[in-house]
C-alpha cells in the first residue's frame, strides 16, 4: 500500500500533444508499481486543454472545483 500526501507531491508542466494551460501531479503510475491504474491530479488555466488519447490502463476523471467539457 502507498500513503501519499498530494500537498507534497510537485506540479509539473504538462506540455503533450496540443495540452495548453495545464499542470498536473502524477501520484500513481508505473514507476511505483502500477501496471494497470494511473492517478493524475489535473489543474487547467480557464481555457486549457489536455490532448484526446487512448490509454492502456483504467482512467478515472473526478472534478473538483470549476466545469469543462469531457470528450469520451
Request: hydrophobic fraction near 35%; aromatic fraction near 12%.
Amino acid at each position: 500500500m502507498q500513503i501519499l500526501n498530494v500537498s507534497e507531491v510537485s506540479f509539473e508542466d504538462f506540455k503533450e500533444r496540443g495540452a495548453k494551460g495545464v499542470i498536473r501531479k502524477t501520484l500513481v503510475s508505473e514507476r511505483n508499481g502500477s501496471k494497470f491504474f494511473r492517478l493524475r491530479y489535473y489543474k487547467l488555466e480557464k481555457g486549457g486543454q489536455t490532448p484526446f488519447d487512448i490509454h492502456d490502463y483504467e482512467h478515472v476523471l473526478i472534478v473538483i472545483k470549476g466545469s469543462g467539457y469531457l470528450l469520451t
